[in-house]
């Protein structure tokens, strides 16, 4: 257990569907972060949020909408995604201004068929 | 070219052997991570470090922020340490990590 939590661990959608990440810290962080990681690529920061406002979306398809209720949740609802869109999927949390201290989910496997 | 480089991109050694995995970046930063990611696909952070050198058990991580140039050092290396070793450069002025793409140490007993 990292601190932060991520469901589902797999998830295999096809291309019409809608589903939902979850992501969960119980840390007291004021940041959180949605990071994609395809295959031989450097993960790639998607959306930033601080004290639950969007601070950051790294032109990011709207298929891909984040959602943030409070600090401790953050949640990337899919609709409408494209097999390329497959990969691993990472939730962060962080202290902004506190010097950069990350923690990280155990990630979300997603397969788009 | 990435700002994060890392090297070697593929690391296969036995079970023992001294491992060294090298970093350069080419941003300014306020400080330099490594990551472990094991091949379920969590992430850990092993280290955050601005200047000198820290160590925890087997690993070592130094950073020479001059040559803007960081190492990730395992001693008596075992097959448990098999994973993916990432680098990542933060920036206190944006608040941003950049990665580098990861080193894949197998180790072999």
């Known amino acids: 257990e990292t601190g932060v939590t991520q469901t589902p661990r797999h998830l295999v959608m096809g291309m019409t569907n809608k589903k939902s990440l979850k992501c969960e810290q119980h840390l007291g962080h004021n940041a959180m972060y949605w990071y994609k990681q395809s295959a031989k690529k450097p993960l790639e920061l998607m959306f ?43 939730c962060a949390s962080s202290n902004q201004g506190a010097g950069g201290g990350y923690t990280f989910g155990s990630g979300t496997r997603l397969t788009v068929v | 070219k990435n700002e994060v480089e890392q090297s070697p991109q593929n690391l296969t050694a036995q079970e023992g052997e001294f491992i060294t995995i090298n970093c350069s970046y080419s941003v300014g930063i306020s400080a330099l991570h490594w990551l472990q990611q094991h091949p379920g696909g969590g992430i850990v952070s092993l280290f955050m470090l601005s ?19 960081s190492s990730l050092h395992i001693t008596a290396s075992h097959p448990r340490d098999s994973a993916v070793y990432i680098c990542a450069a933060f920036s206190l002025g944006n608040e941003k990590l950049t990665f580098g793409t990861g080193t894949r140490l197998t180790i072999i007993p």
Do not use: M, W
Not at chain 1, 51 to 74: G, M, W
Not at chain 2, 52 to 67: C, D, F, M, P, V
């Open chain 2, 51 to 69: 200047s000198g050198k820290k160590k925890h058990g087997r690993l070592i991580a130094t950073i020479n922020i001059q040559e803007k140039h």
């Open chain 1, 48 to 90: 930033v949020y601080n004290f639950k406002e969007q601070t950051e979306n790294n032109s990011v398809p709207s298929r891909f909408s984040p959602e943030c209720p409070n600090s401790s949740h953050l949640f990337l609802h899919l609709h409408t995604l494209q097999p390329e869109d497959s990969a691993l999927y990472l």
